[in-house]
């Protein structure tokens, strides 16, 4: 099992930035490609940015050039850094670790992100 803690979510005015990051712990030794995704109310929960383990990234076309993903296999920690924030980046943030070689899915409980206009 793998537990992913995350934090950094908070009320930040359109233009501005956030960082969160996701902390896991358990059996990390089975973690392979880990990601960011986001569900606002009402509407279905949507990728955001994936990293592989050599650190290989994919961005959803809306956060691209605003938002960077990282990780630091050694600390087993996960990080999302937001820039220039819109209202519509506005949702729970979760944090995803997929195990190698299955479909196994974990997930964190989530982290809010409010973006005021």
């Known amino acids: 099992q793998v537990q992913l803690v995350e934090s950094g979510g908070g009320l930040v005015q359109a233009g501005g930035s956030l960082r969160l990051s996701c902390a896991a712990s358990?059996?990390?030794?089975?973690?392979?490609?880990m990601g960011w995704y986001r569900q606002a109310p009402g509407k279905q929960r949507d990728l955001v940015a994936t990293?592989?383990?050599?650190?290989?990234?994919n961005y959803a076309d809306s956060v691209k050039g605003r938002f960077t993903i990282s990780r630091d296999n050694a600390k087993n920690s996960l990080y999302l850094q937001m820039n220039s924030l819109k209202p519509e980046d506005t949702a729970v943030y979760y944090c995803?670790?997929?195990?190698?070689?299955?479909?196994?899915?974990?997930w964190g409980q989530g982290t809010q992100v409010t973006v005021s206009s």
């Open positions: 990293i592989s383990i050599g650190g290989s990234t």
């Open positions: 995803n670790a997929r195990r190698s070689y299955t479909t196994v899915n974990y």
């Open positions: 358990g059996t990390i030794g089975s973690i392979g490609v």
